[in-house]
C-alpha cells in the first residue's frame, strides 16, 4: 500500500529573512503528502491560500481550531473576484490581522491613516502594541467579505464605516452575508450623511486639517489648489465655489476627498496635539467626538475584554 506522507514544520520562518521565508514556503508546498506548518509570520500566512489557513483560538472549552471549508470559499458565498477582493485587500497587506485580538475595518485611505493616531493616545501605545490590527477595506461594499472571513476563523472585529448610503449598504451586505444582524459592539456608524472627512470638519478640526495640508505640500497649497479648480466640475456634476470665505469648509472638504491619503495622520495628530497638554489619558478619550470616543471604548472591550 501506498505509505501516507505527513510532513510537520514548528516555525520553519524562524531567522530567515523575508525573502527566505517565502521561498521556504513555496519549497514545502512542493513536498509530497500532507505539510502541517505553525507559524506567526504574516509573511507566511500572506503567501498561504484561503483553503490552507487554520486558526488556532483560546477558548473558553480550551483551544479550537477553525478554518474556513470549501463551501466558504465557493461561489456562491465567495466569488473569483470576491476572494481577490479578500486577498488583495486582507491578506497580502494586512495578513497580521489573523493574529490579532481585533481587527478594526475601516472604509478607506483617511481612517487607515488616522486612526491608528487617535487610538495610540488613547491605549498610551500603539495598536499594534496592543494586538488591534487596522484594516482598510476599500469600501464598505468590501467588508462583507472581509466580515465573513472573519467570522469563519473566530478574529473578533469592529468595523467603522460611514453614514452616508454606501455605509448603510455596506452594513446591510454584511448582515445578508452572514445571514443575521451584526451586534451592537461590532459597528460604530458616524453621523448621518457624513464621511470621515465631512465628519472632521462637522467635528470643527478645520484648522488641524488646513495645518496638516500645509505640513504635506506647502502654506499656500490649499489656496494655489482651489484657486485652480474654482468653477470647475465635481464628480458628480457639481460645481465647485470657493469664492468666499463662507466656502471655506467647502474647499478644504473637496481637497480631502481629491486627495485621499495624504493629510489623514497628519491631521490626526494635529488634533491630538490639541488635547494632550490639559488631558490625561482617560480624559483624552472622552474627548474625542463621540463615535470615535465608542470605537476605542468598544475596541479595549472587545480586545481586552475590560473597559
Known sequence: AQPSLVSAFEEPEAHLHPQA???????IEELPGQRIVSSHSPLVTGYAKLEQIVALRQTGEGVRCFQASAKDLSPPNLSAADRNTVERVMLMPHSECLFARLVILVEGDTEEAAIP???????????SSAGITVVNAHGAGNMQHIVSLLEVLHVPFLILVDGDKAGRQGI??????IGGALMPDEVVMLPDCHDFDSFLLACGYIEEIKSSIAEQNGDMSLKHW????????????????????????????????DNKGQYGAPAARAIVAQMAPSLDRDATCRALPAPLDRLFVTAIRRAWGVL
Request: aromatic residues 8%; hydrophobic residues 35%.
Open 21 to 27: 521565508q517565502r521561498a521556504m514556503f513555496g519549497l
Open 117 to 127: 493616531v487617535f487610538g495610540a493616545v488613547v491605549f498610551g501605545c500603539e495598536l
Open 172 to 177: 446591510d451586505s454584511v448582515n445578508k452575508k
Open 226 to 257: 482651489g484657486a485652480a479648480r474654482n468653477g470647475g466640475e465635481r464628480r458628480d456634476g457639481s460645481i465647485r465655489n470657493y469664492s468666499g470665505p463662507a466656502q471655506e469648509v467647502e474647499l478644504v472638504l473637496d481637497y480631502c476627498r
